[in-house]
Nanobody, 124 residues
Framework: VQLQASGGGSVQAGASLRLSCAASGGAFASSAMGWFRQAPGKDREFVAVINWSGDAAYHANSVKGRFAISRDNAKNMVYLQMNSLKPEDTAVYFC??????????????????WGQGTQVTVSS
C-alpha cells in the first residue's frame, strides 16, 4: 500500500485548503481512511476518519464544523476539506489506511499504512 498526500501550503487565518491523498496497492474501497496531524513538539493527533463506503465520518472536536473528510472510491482518493483555518491548525498532515476489520478507527493504532505527510502552515 502506498499513500501520497498533497495539497498543503501556507495560508492566512480564515483561508481554506483541500488536502488530497492518492492510495494504491490495496483494497481501498474496503478500508477506512483517516487524517492525522502532528505539530512540532506534539504527538500525532487524530483529525478525521471515514468508513469504507463514505457514509460514516467522524471528526475531532477541534476541527468539527470546519473540516470535512470525503472519499472517491472510483479514484482511490481521500480528501480533507479545511475551512476557516486557524494558526493552531499548523502541522504536518498525514493520511492513513485503516486496519482491516475496523470501521472508523480514531487512534493511530487503528491504521496500518501512512502517507509521507503534507505541511499546512496558517499564519495569523
Amino acid at each position: 500500500v502506498q499513500l501520497q498526500a498533497s495539497g498543503g501550503g501556507s495560508v492566512q487565518a480564515g483561508a481554506s485548503l483541500r488536502l488530497s491523498c492518492a492510495a494504491s496497492g490495496g483494497a481501498f474501497a474496503s478500508s477506512a481512511m483517516g487524517w492525522f496531524r502532528q505539530a512540532p513538539g506534539k504527538d500525532r493527533e487524530f483529525v478525521a476518519v471515514i468508513n469504507w463506503s463514505g457514509d460514516a465520518a467522524y471528526h475531532a472536536n477541534s476541527v468539527k464544523g470546519r473540516f470535512a473528510i470525503s472519499r472517491d472510491n472510483a479514484k482511490n482518493m481521500v480528501y480533507l476539506q479545511m475551512n476557516s483555518l486557524k494558526p493552531e491548525d499548523t502541522a504536518v498532515y498525514f493520511c492513513a489506511w485503516g486496519r482491516r476489520g475496523l470501521v472508523t478507527p480514531n487512534t493511530a493504532g487503528g491504521f496500518d499504512f501512512w502517507g509521507q505527510g503534507t505541511q499546512v502552515t496558517v499564519s495569523s
